[in-house]
């Protein structure tokens, strides 16, 4: 089963929706509640970076037999430095994002923390792919 939520670019009105739609969908499947607090983590942490770092994107929500994936795909601008990117505590995010109370540096390394596997591909210039997965 396979659930798609668009995410605009720089829209703080609409950021959120996609996790708090995949928090529903997983709450009406009767997903139990300690996978579906790690996914709602997962999925607010790649919704918000799509929001805030690229030019929009989506996330995909797969639901298998003991198996979630959880999938956040943009239109770019890519990641240089991906071993950066996945320290606590780096952040490229502006000072306008930071007065929001984001751009802590901890949303990758809280979306691997979460996971049971993390994968995560991008080139400068590219798109941004992470693919997360939870055991049910
Ligand atoms: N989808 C993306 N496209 C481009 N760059 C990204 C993307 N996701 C993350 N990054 C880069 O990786 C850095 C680290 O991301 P991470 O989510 O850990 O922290 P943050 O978004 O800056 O702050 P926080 O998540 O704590 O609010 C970002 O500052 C940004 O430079
Ligand atoms: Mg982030």
């Known amino acids: 089963m396979r659930f798609e939520y668009t995410v605009t670019t720089q829209n703080f009105t ?4 996609a996790s708090s739609n995949t928090k529903k969908t997983l709450k009406l499947l009767g ?9 709602s983590i997962m999925a607010y942490e790649a919704e918000m970076n799509i929001a805030i770092h ?3 994107g989506k996330i995909l929500l797969d639901i298998e037999p003991g198996l979630i994936t ?5 239109q770019g601008p890519g990641i240089e430095n ?3 990117a996945m320290k606590e505590g ?3 995010a502006p000072h306008e994002i930071r007065e929001m109370g ?6 990758l390394p809280n979306m691997r923390r979460c996971a049971d596997t993390f994968d ?10 992470v693919v997360m997965t939870l055991t049910i």
């Open 54 to 56: 690229s030019e929009g």
């Open 31 to 39: 997903i139990d509640s300690k996978i579906i607090r790690k996914a």
């Open 70 to 74: 959880i999938t956040a795909l943009d």
């Open 120 to 129: 995560i591909t991008s080139n400068p210039g590219g798109k941004t792919c």
């Open 14 to 17: 609409t950021a959120g929706e």
């Open 102 to 107: 984001f751009g802590a540096g901890m949303g």
């Open 82 to 84: 991906i071993d950066l």
């Open 90 to 92: 780096y952040s490229t």
